[in-house]
């Protein structure tokens, strides 16, 4: 069963990380001690960070899109939900819902209007937009076996919608609403960061549903650190009791760091102070630290938090290929998510579907940068041949500034190493003379 609240808490720090209720009560714990350890919980979120880690790496690099003659595509992007939200912004809230919720669902509809022509519609405003749903809202779903969705209905506030290939209906109350659409689709996109493994399956789980669950021990973790450092911090006071007289005074005396406890002593004694043994924080702070590893090895960014030891060129490039292969995945089922919703845009507008391109960043790849140019430095000392030598310039040079500065400067400096700046520099100069 998955926790899609413990999912979504995770993420925001609310629910019952900000009001302590998924802090686990102790057997003998009294209902003021519980009370106290929940208003003190302290709630790391490392859930977020690595949500919109992911998300910014996705979208470094803005996606691009060929409209070609799908003018109507153009003018939803710039607007995708009739509240102004650019399709970048919108593709960026699915790639951080579907991390938190695995799938979510987007509704492409198209107000209802009486306007005879295209041209009246778009007069009045009338034109396709999409909205989100989420997994929770899911009141019945139906697919057939090629993974289609052919019946599916949202519990919305005070009603239900529904939606059939080329039928739609709205449940309010008592009231029903009915209509068509015309195209034989359900006009919803479901968008997931990842293949469902079976093709019936249209839901997958949440990529953090496991961190949250990590997550959910670290907190209560570092809740029970704190009650033993508390605890048992302080040292104690130790005072000799000559006789059972003095032990009656001191009988109602609560050992704390303010107070003392009494003792016997066989051949004499003088205060002193004792404190608890410190191997009972030590295994906690152990097991916390195994907890946070555990929340970044299973998001794939161990390099991030690192380690004790010193990791291999190797084994840190076989961790970046292995994030890169993940984003390259979301990036590829945004990318397809974007490509149903712009055809349900189009067919909308009466068209077969979208004709034009759409394409997500795909190469995340990690470049060690001071090791390739050391690689590179190193070659040019070898003298294999001026044309080497020239391709290695440029790559050194790709390498440092590629993502720096703009095509034309670059261009100009491989120029410079061909030595065709100086000889386009010439004929200018002799042209200009001849004229």
């Not at 048992?232 to 760091?257: H, M």
Request: glycine residues 6%; proline residues 5%.
């Amino acid at each position: 069963m998955i926790d899609y609240k413990l999912c979504w808490d995770s993420y925001t720090g609310l629910g019952g990380f900000s009001d302590g209720s998924y802090l686990v009560k102790y057997p003998r714990e009294t209902d003021e001690k519980y009370a106290r350890r929940r208003q003190l919980a302290i709630y790391p979120n490392f859930v977020k960070k690595i949500v919109d880690t992911y998300v910014g790496a996705l979208f470094r690099v803005e996606p691009q899109r060929d409209f070609a003659t799908n003018t109507e595509y153009a003018e939803f992007c710039q607007n995708i939900d009739l509240r102004g939200t650019d399709i970048d912004d919108f593709m960026r809230n699915i790639a951080k819902l579907t991390l938190i919720y695995g799938t979510v669902f987007v509704i492409v509809d198209k107000p209802k209007a009486e306007a005879p022509t295209k041209a009246h519609e778009k007069l009045q405003g009338i034109r396709p937009y999409a909205t989100i749903r989420l997994p929770t809202q899911i009141q019945e779903i139906e697919i057939d076996d090629y993974g289609r969705i052919q019946k599916i209905v949202f519990s919305e506030l005070n009603m239900l919608r529904e939606f059939t290939p080329g039928t739609w209906k709205v449940r309010v109350g008592n009231e029903t609403y009915e209509g068509t659409t015309p195209f034989g689709e359900v006009p919803v996109v479901a968008a997931s960061w990842t293949d469902p493994i079976l093709p019936t399956d249209v839901i997958v789980p949440p990529f953090i549903h496991d961190i949250a669950r990590v997550s959910k021990d670290l907190y209560n973790a570092i809740s029970e650190l704190r009650e033993i450092l508390r605890n048992s911090t302080f040292p104690i006071l130790t005072i000799p009791i000559p006789d059972q007289i003095s032990e009656e005074k001191l009988r109602n005396i609560v050992i704390g760091t303010e107070n003392f406890i009494g003792y016997y002593p066989e051949k004499g004694g003088k205060p002193d102070f004792i404190a608890p043994p410190e191997s009972p924080a030590k295994v906690y702070l152990e097991y916390i630290n195994t907890l946070i590893d555990m929340i970044y090895s299973l998001a794939n960014l161990e390099f991030i938090k690192g380690t004790q030891q010193q990791k291999s060129g190797v084994a840190l490039e076989f961790e970046f290929q292995n994030l890169n292969s993940l984003l390259t995945q979301i990036a590829q089922n945004l990318e397809q998510a974007e490509y149903r919703i712009a055809d349900l845009v189009a067919k909308w507008e009466g068209k077969d579907g979208f004709k034009g391109t759409i394409i997500y960043e795909k190469d995340f790849s990690y470049r060690d940068v001071e090791r390739e140019l050391k690689k590179a430095m190193d070659a040019l000392t070898l003298n294999i041949s001026a044309t080497f030598d020239a391709e290695l310039k440029k790559y050194i040079a790709r390498l440092l500034l590629g993502s720096e500065i703009d095509d034309a400067t670059m261009q100009r400096i491989e120029n410079e190493v061909d030595g065709l700046e100086g000889l386009d520099n010439q004929m200018k100069n002799e042209l200009g003379g001849l004229t």
